[in-house]
């Protein structure tokens, strides 16, 4: 006893004063952008002061039988419930149960820092002891009651009665009063407005704590159960400013820190956010200026970082939100991702642990899940593409080779490679993960940080809105995450680089790029089960939600677009562009003045021309067509090393020979070649005459040519040349043959020998179309032209 009583006191003796005025006028908490500008004070507003007698006994005694059921019989420290979370902190783990007591809670949130340690639980019961000395269970009530939150800034109870119900604190009902009871163990999660379901079961496990110390009697509980928490929330609610959707992080991140009450804790809070960027949001968000909206219940998720330190610039909450019933759509895991997870839970882990290249070829084809029903998985269009390499498949977003991808990797490693990078998936994984179809949700916040890891070189850095804080008694906290290597730079850059893919032309993102910003991005569109299909009678090509997460090295956007609930859902294309058009408007804006370089080259990865549908990769040959190569990443030591021979060096055209007729006056050229390498193959055929250049008389599949009308005496040469269809620079040697033309012979005619020589058409001027004059017709003998001549019209 005297060892533990020694340890409490060396524990206890340093802390901090009993100072009264912390009670009486709380700290408001003071919020820091990243220039160090103040940006918010938390704890300055939405507060009702009541005094202990203006509580209604039936509002206390909610709150006793759910935190303190021995308030009025202890000092300060409830024995019984400490030695039962003793009990569990030896067998569970240290800070597993708390045994606060109401007093104790007034002490951690205004005199104390919330880590879980035995100093400071020491100096907690020390002083809570000495409260309990000075003010009365009844003062100690009161301010408890007066500074507890309740969701958003709604701090104290007569300010909740007010926001949930529209009532004064006096005009409470006990189902009212024991659901108000219930929200300050989790303020958020136990919002009526945004989760009535979870509030109305918490607000029943108040009842039955009040039913069970006496306070009320079963049928008072049982009646009180059967009234719908939405029966009694009111409608009307304040509208809720842009700058709550970042506060809603900040509060995150300090109730990450333990129990404290950041609004009265007096904290100073320095955080990464951005003013400019976090305008400039709010505004896309708030107008149709610059993004068409098709009606004002139309909502988006915003998640601005940075991309090298996960630091949080802006968030984008949503559209004509109220403060009490409004989601945060940029932290809230509420949807499916669609086809951004493909870099995340398919593409990723198979570069990573089977360490393909970006060209490893996959084959789109009718395929199934490997599930004992061998489901059907299809494409967005119900087509196959056939073997395409997996940048094409990412690019074109096809289902089907993401699928075998996740399967090749296996579920294990695909499931480790996400969590690594903040995805909801510690519990399970399934093949319809590969897809999006995932049951847990994800938040364009965890989108924006796992594609931040792939802009950063393979580090992940938990995305963070505070940097530091600082306590009142001057207790500085450094609250930066540390980095996190989660995947080789290798895999890093060859998802980049694939991603790059999705912004080309075939890209699903086509037309969305920036020039000079080195835009990776991915798309992702979700679909409606039959069964919604059904019951709302969607049309065809209506969806639910669609996706934009995209990265420069400098920033990373995750953008979600849709509705609050399946009763609406996007019908137009224009209405499935939105998140790519507030994706461009976004990085563009931010990244203006900003110098944005390319992501480097790591080491280990090597750049390789290959034949394209070469399978497995091989090089290029030489005489590969020029649009069949492909420059493609592989990991050093993997790349090919057998040259591609479907492109070979052409057989030249062989036995080639040449035939003149001088009765027709023509050459016939001819040539064989191998059968089996005949198809896809043409015959360039060239001339020259008289040692002349060679010309290009015609490019044809036919093994003969005739050349008509050859020059008498020339010497004609012929070079053949085998040409690939496929790739025009192949080409063979040439194949040559030459010949020369004879002279046109020239016999003695005496047309007419028993003519003493009188021309009959001398001088009458008749002509008779042989130009000599003569009349008959019949030209002499030194201009017969050679037979067949084309020109002679006899």
Request: proline fraction near 7%.
């Given at each position: 006893?005297?060892?533990?009583?020694?340890?409490?006191?060396?524990?206890?003796?340093?802390?901090?004063?009993?100072?009264?005025?912390?009670?009486?006028?709380?700290?408001?908490?003071?919020?820091?952008?990243?220039?160090?500008?103040?940006?918010?004070e938390l704890g300055i507003e939405k507060r009702t002061h009541v005094s202990y007698n203006e509580i209604p006994e039936l509002v206390r005694n909610a709150f006793i039988a759910t935190e303190d059921v021995r308030f009025y019989k202890h000092h300060g420290i409830d024995i019984i419930r400490f030695v039962g979370a003793v009990i569990a902190n030896v067998t569970d783990g240290f800070g597993s149960q708390g045994?606060?007591?109401?007093?104790?809670?007034?002490?951690?949130?205004?005199?104390?820092?919330?880590?879980?340690?035995?100093?400071?639980?020491?100096?907690?019961?020390?002083?809570?002891?000495?409260?309990?000395?000075?003010?009365?269970?009844?003062?100690?009530?009161?301010?408890?009651?007066?500074?507890?939150?309740?969701?958003?800034?709604?701090?104290?109870?007569?300010?909740?009665?007010?926001?949930?119900?529209?009532?004064?604190?006096?005009?409470?009902?006990?189902?009212?009063?024991?659901?108000?009871?219930?929200?300050?163990?989790?303020?958020?999660?136990?919002?009526?407005?945004?989760?009535?379901?979870?509030?109305?079961?918490?607000?029943?496990?108040?009842?039955?704590?009040?039913?069970?110390?006496?306070?009320?009697?079963?049928?008072?509980?049982?009646?009180?159960?059967?009234?719908?928490?939405?029966?009694?929330?009111?409608?009307?609610?304040?509208?809720?400013?842009?700058?709550?959707?970042?506060?809603?992080?900040?509060?995150?991140?300090?109730?990450?820190?333990?129990?404290?009450?950041?609004?009265?804790?007096?904290?100073?809070?320095?955080?990464?956010?951005?003013?400019?960027?976090?305008?400039?949001?709010?505004?896309?968000?708030?107008?149709?200026?610059?993004?068409?909206?098709?009606?004002?219940?139309?909502?988006?998720?915003?998640?601005?970082?940075?991309?090298?330190?996960?630091?949080?610039?802006?968030?984008?909450?949503?559209?004509?939100?109220?403060?009490?019933?409004?989601?945060?759509?940029?932290?809230?895991?509420?949807?499916q991702p669609g086809s951004t997870i493909k870099p995340i839970i398919d593409y990723g882990p198979a570069i990573e642990y089977l360490k393909w290249s970006t060209y490893h070829q996959i084959d789109d084809e009718p395929y199934t899940y490997s599930d004992p029903n061998r489901t059907p998985i299809k494409n967005y269009d119900n087509k196959h593409l056939g073997q395409m390499s997996i940048r094409t498949a990412l690019a074109k977003s096809r289902n089907i080779p993401a699928?075998?991808?996740?399967?090749?990797?296996?579920?294990?490693?695909?499931?480790?490679?996400?969590?690594?990078?903040?995805?909801?998936?510690?519990?399970?994984?399934?093949?319809?993960?590969?897809?999006?179809?995932?049951?847990?949700?994800?938040?364009?916040?965890?989108?924006?940080?796992?594609?931040?890891?792939?802009?950063?070189?393979?580090?992940?850095?938990?995305?963070?809105?505070?940097?530091?804080?600082?306590?009142?008694?001057?207790?500085?906290?450094?609250?930066?995450?540390?980095?996190?290597?989660?995947?080789?730079?290798?895999?890093?850059?060859?998802?980049?680089?694939?991603?790059?893919?999705?912004?080309?032309?075939?890209?699903?993102?086509?037309?969305?790029?920036?020039?000079?910003?080195?835009?990776?991005?991915?798309?992702?569109?979700?679909?409606?089960?039959?069964?919604?299909?059904?019951?709302?009678?969607?049309?065809?090509?209506?969806?639910?939600?669609?996706?934009?997460?995209?990265?420069?090295?400098?920033?990373?956007?995750?953008?979600?677009?849709?509705?609050?609930?399946?009763?609406?859902?996007?019908?137009?294309?224009?209405?499935?562009?939105?998140?790519?058009?507030?994706?461009?408007?976004?990085?563009?804006?931010?990244?203006?003045?900003?110098?944005?370089?390319?992501?480097?080259?790591?080491?280990?990865?090597?750049?390789?021309?290959?034949?394209?549908?070469?399978?497995?990769?091989?090089?290029?040959?030489?005489?590969?067509?020029?649009?069949?190569?492909?420059?493609?990443?592989?990991?050093?030591?993997?790349?090919?090393?057998?040259?591609?021979?479907?492109?070979?060096?052409?057989?030249?055209?062989?036995?080639?020979?040449?035939?003149?007729?001088?009765?027709?006056?023509?050459?016939?050229?001819?040539?064989?070649?191998?059968?089996?390498?005949?198809?896809?193959?043409?015959?360039?055929?060239?001339?020259?005459?008289?040692?002349?250049?060679?010309?290009?008389?015609?490019?044809?599949?036919?093994?003969?040519?005739?050349?008509?009308?050859?020059?008498?005496?020339?010497?004609?040469?012929?070079?053949?040349?085998?040409?690939?269809?496929?790739?025009?620079?192949?080409?063979?040697?040439?194949?040559?043959?030459?010949?020369?033309?004879?002279?046109?012979?020239?016999?003695?005619?005496?047309?007419?020998?028993?003519?003493?020589?009188?021309?009959?058409?001398?001088?009458?001027?008749?002509?008779?179309?042989?130009?000599?004059?003569?009349?008959?017709?019949?030209?002499?003998?030194?201009?017969?032209?050679?037979?067949?001549?084309?020109?002679?019209?006899?």
């Amino acid at each position: 006893m005297i060892g533990g009583a020694t340890t409490f006191f060396v524990l206890a003796k340093d802390a901090p004063p009993l100072d009264e005025s912390l009670l009486k006028d709380p700290l408001s908490s003071k919020v820091y952008d990243m220039n160090g500008e103040l940006i918010a004070e938390l704890g300055i507003e939405k507060r009702t002061h009541v005094s202990y007698n203006e509580i209604p006994e039936l509002v206390r005694n909610a709150f006793i039988a759910t935190e303190d059921v021995r308030f009025y019989k202890h000092h300060g420290i409830d024995i019984i419930r400490f030695v039962g979370a003793v009990i569990a902190n030896v067998t569970d783990g240290f800070g597993s149960q708390g045994a606060s007591t109401i007093t104790q809670q007034v002490v951690k949130n205004y005199f104390l820092t919330p880590e879980k340690t035995l100093t400071r639980k020491a100096q907690e019961a020390w002083l809570a002891y000495q409260l309990e000395s000075k003010f009365s269970k009844e003062e100690i009530l009161e301010i408890y009651l007066n500074k507890i939150l309740f969701g958003g800034s709604t701090h104290g109870v007569a300010k909740a009665a007010e926001t949930y119900f529209g009532k004064e604190l006096t005009e409470l009902e006990l189902h009212e009063a024991a659901m108000l009871a219930g929200i300050p163990q989790s303020p958020n999660n136990y919002n009526p407005f945004n989760y009535p379901e979870a509030a109305e079961k918490r607000r029943n496990i108040v009842l039955s704590l009040m039913e069970q110390h006496g306070y009320i009697s079963a049928d008072e509980a049982k009646a009180a159960k059967a009234i719908p928490v939405q029966d009694s929330i009111v409608d009307s609610k304040p509208v809720s400013k842009p700058i709550d959707t970042f506060l809603d992080q900040v509060k995150i991140e300090i109730k990450e820190l333990g129990d404290i009450d950041v609004y009265s804790a007096g904290l100073e809070i320095y955080t990464t956010f951005d003013p400019n960027a976090q305008a400039h949001i709010d505004q896309l968000l708030a107008d149709n200026d610059a993004i068409s909206y098709p009606n004002d219940e139309f909502q988006a998720g915003i998640a601005l970082l940075d991309t090298r330190t996960g630091e949080i610039r802006a968030l984008g909450g949503g559209r004509n939100q109220t403060e009490t019933s409004r989601i945060n759509f940029a932290i809230d895991p509420l949807n499916q991702p669609g086809s951004t997870i493909k870099p995340i839970i398919d593409y990723g882990p198979a570069i990573e642990y089977l360490k393909w290249s970006t060209y490893h070829q996959i084959d789109d084809e009718p395929y199934t899940y490997s599930d004992p029903n061998r489901t059907p998985i299809k494409n967005y269009d119900n087509k196959h593409l056939g073997q395409m390499s997996i940048r094409t498949a990412l690019a074109k977003s096809r289902n089907i080779p993401a699928l075998k991808a996740m399967q090749a990797v296996g579920l294990k490693q695909a499931q480790d490679f996400a969590v690594n990078l903040g995805m909801p998936f510690e519990d399970h994984v399934y093949e319809s993960y590969s897809i999006g179809g995932i049951s847990e949700g994800v938040s364009p916040l965890q989108m924006a940080g796992a594609y931040s890891a792939f802009g950063n070189k393979g580090v992940y850095i938990k995305p963070y809105a505070i940097k530091k804080i600082i306590y009142p008694d001057e207790t500085e906290v450094d609250l930066m995450p540390e980095p996190n290597p989660v995947m080789k730079d290798s895999t890093a850059f060859m998802v980049t680089d694939m991603l790059k893919s999705v912004m080309l032309p075939g890209g699903t993102a086509s037309g969305y790029n920036v020039p000079g910003l080195h835009i990776a991005g991915k798309t992702g569109t979700t679909n409606f089960d039959s069964e919604t299909r059904k019951k709302y009678d969607i049309p065809s090509g209506a969806v639910p939600d669609i996706w934009f997460v995209g990265y420069t090295p400098n920033y990373t956007a995750a953008i979600w677009t849709g509705y609050r609930d399946n009763k609406e859902w996007m019908r137009t294309k224009d209405e499935q562009q939105i998140a790519k058009k507030l994706f461009k408007n976004i990085i563009t804006t931010i990244s203006e003045g900003k110098d944005t370089q390319d992501y480097p080259i790591p080491n280990s990865v090597v750049k390789v021309a290959v034949e394209n549908g070469s399978n497995p990769a091989k090089l290029a040959s030489e005489f590969t067509p020029e649009d069949m190569v492909v420059s493609e990443y592989f990991i050093k030591g993997t790349e090919p090393t057998e040259v591609s021979d479907k492109f070979k060096e052409l057989t030249p055209p062989l036995e080639p020979t040449i035939n003149y007729d001088q009765e027709k006056n023509e050459l016939t050229l001819t040539w064989s070649y191998l059968e089996n390498e005949l198809e896809g193959i043409s015959f360039e055929i060239s001339e020259s005459i008289d040692e002349g250049p060679y010309t290009v008389l015609t490019t044809q599949k036919e093994l003969t040519l005739i050349i008509p009308n050859p020059i008498p005496e020339a010497k004609y040469r012929y070079q053949i040349i085998a040409v690939s269809d496929a790739n025009p620079e192949n080409r063979s040697e040439p194949a040559t043959i030459e010949t020369e033309i004879p002279a046109v012979i020239e016999d003695e005619i005496d047309l007419f020998p028993d003519d003493e020589g009188e021309d009959p058409g001398d001088g009458d001027g008749s002509g008779d179309g042989d130009g000599n004059g003569d009349g008959t017709g019949i030209k002499p003998p030194d201009i017969v032209e050679p037979p067949g001549n084309p020109n002679d019209e006899d």
